[in-house]
């Protein structure tokens, strides 16, 4: 189960990302990211994710490097799963 909550957190926009995120539901991640004018400051927020597949994790890591989004609270495997992405 996936749960998106949008909240404001000064002068961005956050959103919390909760429990799993994979292929099948990727696309409800990628709709409220639609969702948000652009030159927004877009936090996303992965406190509570609880899974996330191989390629959420590009996707992440795309959305960060391009500067769509700035990742907070980011658990260390996914950040691992990042750098090794990196080097390939």
């Known amino acids: 189960m996936l749960r998106i909550q949008r909240t404001t957190d000064r002068a961005a926009i956050v959103l919390t990302v909760s429990g799993r995120l994979d292929c099948e ?5 990628c709709e409220s990211l639609d969702g948000i004018p652009g030159g927004a400051a877009v936090v996303v ?7 996330a597949d191989r390629d959420v994790v ?25 750098a090794a992405e990196d080097i390939q």
């Open 25 to 29: 539901n990727v696309s409800e991640l």
């Open 45 to 51: 927020d992965i406190t509570d994710l609880v899974l």
């Open 58 to 82: 590009r996707l992440l890591r795309t959305f960060e490097a391009s500067g769509r989004i700035v990742l907070r609270n980011c658990p260390a495997y996914i950040l691992i799963w990042m």
